[in-house]
């Protein structure tokens, strides 16, 4: 049954990339669909016999390398955090597979997308369920490839190839840091396994590594490494430039990656490493910094976008510095809870705002919607509820893991839970804001839509509302069911899942701390609503007067420009990237330097000697006797010279290398 979860999506994909042409649009949707929801129900089995009965489970499938110490193996480990991470992955799915069979249903390539969905789920989950690093590295690869071909699904547009690539490059920055990572845990550990890994860390806890000959900590430097991989496939900030661009992709792909898939790995990896980052204080103290600082820049910046999805894009990299801090912070649980309640209203907001930019023939600009709430009205209250549950509002699914995470933030009384606590807060002003800012813009606002889109407009067909109405069911009660089961006070549901060393436990305190902090949140919550009907609703013209101002110009600027960090990877990084491509590499290097001194040159130079020696043959006999002169004075010197030459250098090859490259040059100042 285990293997089953990792096998139907995986088929699924095969029959409708390979027989897609065959099976046709109902065939392939078929096929995949039911097997990804097939893939649920065995996920939900699993769930309970691992997660609520206590009984993990692993399975060895077959070898894979084996080299003296080095084994890796086809091995699948089922616990607490990877039976949670299967229902979360295949119930978003799911979904999102029913959703796009109305949304793509004009789309002549229907069965490509849908094999990319089912391609995309099965290496999510092959990551969630290895039991070693090196096939979590094939599932972290994998899931890489998939959002590549699946952002840039309609290739035929410049901006997804872009967006595509840059998702790519980006990428491959953090998993080479995550290979650095893992090749270091080889090195220490002499294994890749997780069980025998995170067994020995107590033991090893105290030993040294040499890193680009220089002596670190061996956990510090390991779980730096791991975090590197995690900054890229979680977009924090460094690497985090490709997820608003990752909106070039169709709808549902945003809804994936953001929800169940891609963004959630390196929250994953970080909470599966726990045994390793819980001994490295220092990378836990960077951890918390760099996902408190990700959380306030994307929400800085998605106050001021006018882009629906990208909005929303902005408000999952916000979301996922909550996640990551709070696994800086040691809570662990917190951080897994948060990724899940996330999963469900993030779905929920991204497959509402894909009914509206297909109700409205494909508008994503906010500035040109408004006035539809009363023809949109399934729309509107899924993306309330999705809204609502996102800016934490009480007692719907966000409200249970965001507070918790600003309660155990405050209660750690470190530099880096104060700091936390203190960005987290304002984002959450921030969060409302924005949030609320999209919902009166797009359905509340006077109307600024076009009357052409609005004669066909129409709400959500039955097979787009379906998931809808899941997920917002989800948004509403998931928090509340699990949040005693999953982060309450003793107890074993994670069981041996997630290590926390007992000095990082502060989740009894967090219980209590003032009751000012418990209501911040909600007080911040309702600041940025009413500040967003002041200024989007009220007093539009307030808000294009602060905009006008100097200070608010440059303000807006630097927030809509995404705080310059494209300009600057572009000026500093890519043009001198594509410029030493160019200039050295290229036309220096490899048309220059190699050309002259490599197998071309040496052939072209004796091409010309040959050509020199052949003007020789003049039938003059004195001629020949000053070539044979010459030739008995030269070997003569050199046989007599060649204990000294020997002791300095190789002549041989140096005196090959010069002969050619004088005769090259003299050929080509020849031939101009």
């Known amino acids: 049954m285990y293997l089953l979860i990792l096998v139907f999506p995986l088929l699924g994909s095969l029959f409708s990339g390979l027989f897609g042409r065959f099976l046709g649009f109902r065939g392939a949707v078929l096929i995949t669909t039911t097997s990804v929801v097939?893939?649920?129900?065995?996920?939900?089995?699993?769930?309970?016999?691992?997660?609520?009965?206590?009984s993990p489970c692993t399975l060895e499938l077959s070898t894979?390398?084996?080299s003296e110490f080095f084994d890796a193996t086809w091995g699948f480990y089922f616990d607490s955090l990877t039976v949670v991470m299967c229902v979360v992955i295949t119930s978003i799915s799911s979904l999102v597979h029913i959703y796009s069979i109305g949304y793509m249903s004009q789309d002549p390539h229907l069965p490509r997308f849908m094999c990319y969905l089912s391609l995309f789920t099965f290496f999510m989950l092959m990551l969630v369920t290895a039991d070693n690093f090196v096939q979590m590295f094939f599932g972290w690869e994998g899931v890489g490839l998939a959002s590549y071909l699946l952002i840039n699904f309609w290739f035929t547009r410049l901006q997804a190839s872009k967006a595509s690539i840059k998702a790519m490059l980006v990428n491959r920055v953090g998993d080479f840091g995550l290979a650095l990572g893992i090749m270091a845990i080889f090195s220490v550990f002499k294994t890749s396994d997780f069980s025998i890994v995170f067994a020995c860390a107590p033991y090893l806890a105290t030993k040294s590594l040499v890193f680009c000959n220089l002596e670190f900590h061996a956990f510090t430097c390991i779980s730096l490494l791991l975090f590197i991989g995690a900054v890229g496939k979680s977009a924090?900030?460094?690497?985090?430039?490709?997820?608003?661009?990752?909106?070039?992709?169709?709808?549902?792909?945003?809804?994936l990656i953001h929800a169940a898939t891609m963004v959630t790995a390196g929250v994953f990896m970080i909470a599966r490493c726990s045994p390793l980052f819980e001994y490295a204080p220092k990378a836990l103290l960077v951890v918390s910094f760099l996902g408190a600082m990700t959380c306030f820049f994307a929400a800085t910046t998605g106050v001021v976008q006018n882009d629906l999805k990208r909005v929303i894009a902005y408000s999952t990299a916000s979301q996922l510095g909550y996640m990551v801090f709070v696994c800086g912070l040691s809570h662990y649980s917190v951080g897994v809870f948060h990724l899940m309640n996330h999963a469900f209203f993030k779905a929920l907001l991204f497959l509402s705002a894909g009914s509206v930019i297909h109700a409205l023939a494909d508008e994503q600009d906010m500035r040109k919607m408004g006035g539809i709430v009363k023809l949109l009205p399934f729309t509107y209250a899924m993306m309330c509820i999705g809204s609502l549950s996102l800016v934490g509002f009480p007692f719907l699914t966000g409200f249970y893991s965001k507070d918790v995470i600003l309660e155990v933030a405050y209660a750690k009384y470190t530099l880096s839970g104060n700091f936390a606590y203190l960005l987290g807060s304002v984002c959450v002003a921030f969060t409302s804001y924005y949030s609320f800012r999209l919902l009166f813009l797009t359905f509340l606002a006077p109307t600024a839509t076009l009357k052409s889109s609005m004669k066909t407009l129409h709400?959500?067909?039955l097979i787009m509302a379906l998931p809808l109405m899941l997920l917002a069911l989800g948004s509403v009660f998931v928090g509340y069911l699990a949040r005693d089961m999953m982060i309450g006070l003793g107890t074993p549901f994670w069981s041996n899942a997630l290590f926390v060393l007992p000095r990082n436990t502060v989740l009894l305190e967090s219980e209590f701390i003032p009751q000012m902090q418990k209501f911040l949140p909600l007080i911040l919550t309702l600041f940025g609503a009413v500040l967003a009907y002041f200024l989007t609703l009220?007093?539009?013209?307030m808000s294009y007067k602060l905009k006008i101002t100097s200070g608010g110009k440059k303000l807006y600027s630097f927030f809509n420009k995404r705080w310059f960090f494209d300009k600057i990877y572009n000026d500093f990084f890519s043009e001198n990237a594509l410029k030493f491509g160019y200039i050295v590499s290229f036309k220096t290097l490899d048309k220059g330097i190699f050309e002259i001194l490599g197998p071309s040159g040496i052939a072209h130079s004796f091409l010309n000697f040959a050509q020199y020696l052949n003007r020789l043959q003049s039938g003059l006999i004195y001629h020949y006797a000053v070539v044979?002169?010459?030739?008995?004075?030269?070997?003569?010197t050199v046989i007599s010279l060649w204990d000294f030459l020997e002791g300095i250098l190789d002549t041989r090859f140096y005196f090959l290398y010069l002969i050619s490259f004088l005769f090259y040059n003299y050929s080509l100042a020849k031939k101009a």
Request: aromatic share 16%; charged share 5%.
């Open 38 to 54: 097939s893939c649920f129900f065995l996920s939900c089995v699993a769930f309970y016999e691992v997660a609520l009965q206590g």
């Open 64 to 66: 894979w390398f084996v």
């Open 236 to 255: 924090q900030l460094g690497l985090h430039t490709w997820l608003p661009d990752a909106m070039e992709g169709p709808t549902p792909v945003s809804a």
């Open 459 to 461: 709400d959500a067909p």
């Open 538 to 541: 009220s007093h539009v013209f």
């Open 628 to 636: 044979m002169l010459f030739g008995i004075i030269s070997l003569i």
